[in-house]
């Protein structure tokens, strides 16, 4: 099994460097990552069951994706920062817009 690391918030923004670019049409060399994704512990998915990717975004370096996952509920994401010089999944980050910015939340475990 592929070992995970799960990434607080402020670690999941040192991985920004503004600005950031709408990738998601044109990668350019995207990893496969489900692996990753099966390895990652139930429990950090806090009930979510992951979908599709919604948005790649590449940070102004050019050298970290995060990688936005669909989890079934309204504006709540699994981000995934690639490394794209390692070529390699840094960590993950439950991106939970309704909690971080107290707007109102379809979450069950709320």
Known sequence: MR????????????YFQHPMCDVTA????????????????????????LGDVCWVYRDASGRFDHVHFATGFH??????????????VVGHHFLDLPSLYSL???????
């Not at 995207?30 to 950090?44: F, M, N, W």
């Not at 109102?104 to 709320?110: C, H, I, V, Y």
Request: aromatic share 6%; glycine share 4%; hydrophobic share 30%.
């Open 26 to 49: 044109d990668p350019d060399g995207a990893i496969d990552v489900s692996p990753y994704l099966e390895s990652i512990p139930r429990k950090e998915l806090r009930g979510a069951t």
């Open 3 to 14: 070992e995970t690391r799960q990434l607080s918030h402020h670690e999941h923004l040192s």
């Open 75 to 88: 504006e709540t994401y699994l981000v995934l920062v690639i490394d794209r010089e390692r070529w390699d």
């Open 104 to 110: 109102p939340s379809d979450r069950l475990d709320d």
